[in-house]
């Protein structure tokens, strides 16, 4: 490789057939020698990631030379170059002329797929600074951002969700609500490579596209950077709505600061790279009107007793003046992002051919007003961070085999917390009229109603590939196990929630209604615990065989073992299940086979007409949000009702309890129906396409693709309609 040093070796069988199996993507130099034949070398040879280049090379005899005792000869990877030799016994006006255009100028493959390359990815504008941004711009992929899931790409018809993120060949995928888990920063990702169409048996764990990425790693020479990205409103024209609504531009300032350095800690031996950025993010969103008691109305109230200490300890951003109890305000909300990504990496090489790298990417997200309350002291405060551990060792055992293993520790944390708060969620609540509910001081979320949301995950991956090349087959055998460990805490109306039915009652401190969390086998106990502790593994197997029956035709077989296993309470604290029958509609399936083959035909001899086609089966697995609600089963709201009594205030949640009358609990966090082993989402897809290069760099393709989906659940509500008061409503959770 040019920028290590690093080497690998093989020997090709009788038929001349040879093969490098587990190269890192870079720049290569190929050379070639066998006795009593010249030796020859492909320079500037890039390989990509995940890719496959074929390079046919003849031999000239040892007595066939232009120059005595040189016995070299140097092959550009450019067609058709002439290569002028000079020296003591060489005539100086001849030259030789030897082609390079034995490698396939795109190599056999029947899948789809599309390398964005280091030099696309500083070259390219990248929306938000998101390498995956580019790819909206291949084939069949199209922007589905209304679902809300992932990345919001939906690739050849597929869902949002269907989509298999890779960091160094291990997991990077968000299992909550899918995508990428750890952010990939330009300046931090060699390559990628984007399969969308019917990939080999290796990958799977999606019935959509697998982004393949490679972090950045070191090289023999010291290299350091710098750089900055600065945005800011002065330099943006104001939007459509903007314009309609007479907002004008919105101010913002987004500053981005980065540096990473790269080098030879031992020469040719051990490679290092680091890199670190900041995202500083600050602005203000569209103007939001908000009902707010009004500063004579706050004067009115007894400065001793509770609602005025309140009204008057508590003030927001904006108070209304002038007359009445409350008036409209318009605010616009601020919005500030704080963002960290570093990566660090090491590679080593030893001289019999072993190589192994280290990898540490760690990313945090914090934004202190996730939700904006005009009483900023209770807005909710959005955190999330990550962090993942990546090694990976490559050995040869012999000249046609090779191992590649590979581990992985990941962690994620997501926290949604509700301010603390002396008393519980004070409620305007609405009383018929057209008036807009008086916001009140306290946490506030869009829906009314307030909780706290702590996911953290653990992963641990382990996988291994073995590869053997055997005259014109090359097979290659995996196995892998993923165990994800979740600590999980759901909490709703943590404090409590006080509904007033209008102001007055509210400066007389007469509430209407209390809500908290119950169980919802013993209504009567207040007490709750909202943490559980849930473990699940996934394992996987393929194996396939790329036959090249002739250099212009190749064949890929390939079968894939996928089980996806269920989730399982390890906690002390354990759900109440509801689960389906056995029925027809919905079955279960433990594990799930995939058959896939796929074929590649060079029609022209020399690379620049492919005719390719392939078929094969998909499964998506389960996220967590299929199941994690299920934590809400063992709960249901209590209601205690006040018949114009004032409780103490503040006071613990317990002595409000005691303090009203309890009514009957209410479903207003339904029940959630989940089924273990439910059969994961599946799906068949054929292709077929022909490639037929134009000119240099210009590629016409033709491609024609079909896919049927089965199995595919989705969220829905059982029982709906059902005329039997005790056939209750029931969210059904699906991915």
Not at 513 to 525: C, G
Request: zero cysteines.
């Amino acid at each position: 490789r040019e920028d290590t040093g690093w080497r690998s070796t093989t020997k090709a069988d009788a038929g001349g057939n040879y093969a490098l199996a587990a190269l890192s993507p870079g720049r290569y130099i190929l050379m070639v020698d066998a006795p009593r034949y010249q030796s020859q070398q492909a320079r500037a040879v890039d390989l990509p990631v995940a890719g496959r280049i074929e390079l046919n090379l003849r031999l000239r005899p040892l007595f066939d030379i232009f120059e005595a005792g040189q016995y070299r000869s140097w092959l550009m990877t450019a067609s058709q170059q002439a290569a002028a030799f000079y020296g003591p016994d060489v005539d100086t006006s001849r030259s030789a002329v030897f082609d390079a255009a034995n490698r396939a100028a795109a190599p056999l493959d029947e899948s789809r797929s599309d390398v964005i390359a280091r030099g696309e990815i500083d070259d390219l504008p990248l929306t938000g600074r998101d390498v995956y941004a580019m790819l909206v711009l291949l084939p069949g992929v199209s922007a589905d951002t209304a679902a809300a899931r992932g990345l919001g790409y939906s690739v050849n018809g597929q869902r949002p969700s269907s989509a298999n993120y890779l960091l160094d060949g291990v997991q990077n995928n968000n299992q909550l609500v899918t995508g990428p888990l750890t952010a990939a920063v330009p300046e931090f990702v060699e390559e990628y490579r984007v399969s969308t169409t019917n990939y080999s048996a290796e990958f799977g764990r999606t019935s959509g596209f697998v982004a393949n990425a490679i972090s950045r790693g070191g090289s023999n020479q010291w290299h350091g950077q710098a750089f900055a990205y600065l945005r800011n409103q002065r330099f943006d024209a104001a939007g459509f709505q903007e314009n309609a609504q007479g907002y004008g531009r919105e101010a913002y300032t987004e500053w981005q600061p980065g540096l990473l350095a790269s080098g030879p800690a031992v020469h040719n031996r051990l490679l290092v790279f680091g890199g670190w950025q900041v995202r500083r993010f600050s602005g203000n969103s569209d103007p939001q009107i908000f009902v707010l008691p009004t500063a004579s109305f706050v004067a009115s109230t007894s400065a001793t007793g509770f609602p005025g200490q309140f009204l008057r300890t508590y003030l927001p951003q904006g108070q209304p003046s002038g007359p009445g109890d409350f008036a409209p305000v318009t605010m616009r909300a601020p919005v500030d992002v704080n963002r960290y990504d570093g990566l660090f990496r090491a590679d080593y090489s030893s001289p019999s051919g072993l190589h192994g790298f280290g990898r540490v990417a760690l990313d945090g997200v914090d934004e202190p007003e996730y939700v904006y309350d005009p009483y900023r002291q209770f807005s909710t405060r959005f955190q999330q961070k990550s962090l993942s551990v990546a090694f990976g060792l490559t050995a040869r055992a012999g000249t046609s085999s090779l191992n590649e293993f590979r581990a992985s520790l990941t962690g994620d944390s997501i926290r949604l917390d509700t301010p603390p708060s002396p008393v519980p969620q004070l409620v305007d609540q609405d009383d018929g009229s057209d008036r807009q509910p008086v916001l009140l001081p306290g946490p506030f979320l869009a829906d009314s109603s307030t909780y706290n949301y702590w996911n953290r995950g653990h992963n641990l991956e382990f996988l291994d590939n073995w590869t053997w090349i055997k005259g014109r087959h090359a097979f290659k055998l995996g196995a892998g196990l993923l165990q994800r460990d979740i600590d999980l805490r759901v909490d709703v109306y943590p404090e409590g929630q006080l509904a007033y039915p209008n102001l007055d009652a509210f400066s007389l401190n007469q509430p209407q209604s209390l809500l908290a969390e119950v169980y919802r086998q013993d209504p009567a106990s207040a007490v709750t615990f909202p943490e559980r502790e849930y473990r699940y593994r996934q394992v996987y197997g393929f194996a396939q065989d790329s036959f090249h029956a002739t250099a212009r035709l190749m064949f890929d077989f390939g079968m894939r073992y996928d089980f996806f296993g269920a989730p399982v309470n390890i906690g002390p604290q354990k759900d109440l299940l509801l689960e389906f029958g056995q029925g027809p509609d919905i079955s279960t399936r433990p594990s799930n086979w995939a058959g896939r083959a796929g074929m590649a035909w060079d029609l022209s001899g020399n690379g620049r007409t492919l005719l390719r086609a392939s078929y094969g089966i998909f499964y998506d697995p389960p996220f967590d949000n299929l199941w994690e609600n299920v934590i809400q089963n063992r709960y249901q709201t209590g209601i205690w009702t006040y018949a114009g009594q004032s409780p103490p205030l503040p006071a613990p949640l317990s002595t409000l309890e005691a303090a009203g009358a309890s009514q009957t609990a209410s479903t207003l966090v339904p029940a959630v129906l989940f089924q273990p082993n439910l059969r994961a989402a599946r799906s068949q897809s054929a292709f077929a396409g022909l490639q037929q290069a134009l000119a240099p760099g210009v590629v016409f393709e033709l491609d024609t693709l079909a896919s049927r989906g089965r199995g595919l659940v989705t969220t829905d509500v059982v029982n709906r309609g059902s005329s039997n008061p005790d056939l209750l409503n029931l969210d059904y959770r699906a991915n």
